[in-house]
């Protein structure tokens, strides 16, 4: 079955330092992956999504990730960290044997110290 | 483009009372919906997803229901709340087919049980 593991529920980073969040999947299958944000007190929103094509992904806000199948990884990265990226993040792996869910991270809050 | 509407955005209840919380979809025809709950401090945990009018999977027993009368209409409800329902429900949308997978969500709806 699949599954998404986050390293990390807190991750603190100085404002304009580097943004790394670690996400490793396991699947038996290519997946499709998946970076949702979520803001205090609302919905989670995509910020980007792997589906096969291209290996280095980028979505909203300066984020990107890379899959790396060898490593079953996908992490999500931004090069300079902005104060209004505290945010609670979430992987997110699809679900081979439905095609109807996704299957998500316990996820990991982003803390940005001034 | 496709916008997704839950309400309440804010619900405080007595333990015992029943609960009825909707969600609707707008800009898309037979979408996959599903809602979700998240505790203080604990990840997203699907409740229940549906594919089409009147189908409705169940993730987790428990004491809530769920009904989808029309289309792009999904309802949540429970007879009797407990302490343990408090939490932030959050309802998404997919597209049908399994095409794309990623979900969409709506704002969210807290609720305390009291």
């Known amino acids: 079955a699949q599954s998404v593991t986050q390293l990390g529920s807190h991750v603190s980073v100085s404002e304009g330092a580097l943004v790394l969040l670690r996400c490793n999947y396991s699947s038996s299958v290519p997946p499709y992956l998946f970076w949702y944000v979520q803001y205090p007190n609302q919905g989670l929103q995509l910020l980007l999504k792997y589906t096969s094509a291209a290996t280095l992904v980028k979505g909203i806000n300066g984020f990107e990730a890379e899959f790396k199948k060898s490593e079953t990884s996908f992490h999500l990265t931004k090069p300079s960290a902005h104060m209004s990226d505290a945010a609670e993040y979430f992987c997110?792996?699809?679900?081979?044997?439905?095609?109807?869910?996704?299957?998500f991270g316990k996820g990991t809050r982003l803390h940005i110290l001034p | 483009s496709q916008t997704i509407h839950q309400w309440p955005a804010t619900l405080v209840q007595p333990v015992g009372s029943p609960l009825s919380l909707e969600c609707t979809v707008e800009g898309t025809s037979n979408p996959n919906l599903y809602w979700y709950r998240q505790a203080a401090g604990r990840g997203l945990q699907l409740l229940f997803y549906?594919?089409?009018?009147?189908?409705i999977s169940s993730e987790v027993p428990q004491n809530l229901s769920a009904s989808r009368p029309q289309d792009r209409q999904f309802i949540l409800s429970s007879k009797k709340l407990l302490l343990s329902d408090s939490g932030f429900y959050l309802c998404a949308w997919s597209a049908p087919g399994g095409l794309t997978y990623e979900q969409y969500f709506g704002p969210g709806t807290r609720l305390t049980v009291t």
């Open positions: 549906s594919v089409g009018i009147g189908q």
């Open positions: 997110a792996v699809s679900d081979m044997n439905r095609d109807d869910k996704i299957i």
